[in-house]
């Protein structure tokens, strides 16, 4: 059965951190690209980052660069986001997503939220 689990999420003040995790099961994770997104109220989802297969290259939404960094761990079927200098509009649900070829995997998702 195929699972993705996310995990982290919580409340922080503006200007702190998390650490978000997407623990996979069920497929093989290390053929997978994996992506995060987020979807905050009444917003439509958006990318957040992405991390090839191999975890050798990686992408960023504009206004997450420099402070979100994903990272993959193959051996531990993980994909992480550290997320820093958080703002309240970084406000959201947290999403995992695997993509090989057509076949594309969702989590349920990690609250985040960002007020003082």
Excluded: H
């Amino acid at each position: 059965q195929v699972q993705l689990v996310e995990s982290g999420g919580g409340l922080v003040q503006p200007g702190g951190s998390l650490r978000l995790s997407c623990a996979a099961s069920g497929f093989t994770f290390s053929s997978y690209a994996m992506m995060w997104y987020r979807q905050a109220p009444g917003k439509a989802r958006e990318l957040v980052a992405t991390i090839t297969s191999t975890g050798d290259s990686t992408n960023y939404a504009d206004s997450m660069k420099g402070r979100f960094t994903i990272s993959r761990d193959n051996a531990k079927m993980t994909v992480y986001l550290q997320t820093n200098s958080l703002k309240p509009e970084d406000t959201a649900v947290y999403y995992c997503k695997a993509v090989f070829s057509t076949i594309t995997y969702w989590g349920q998702g990690t609250q985040v939220i960002v007020s003082s």
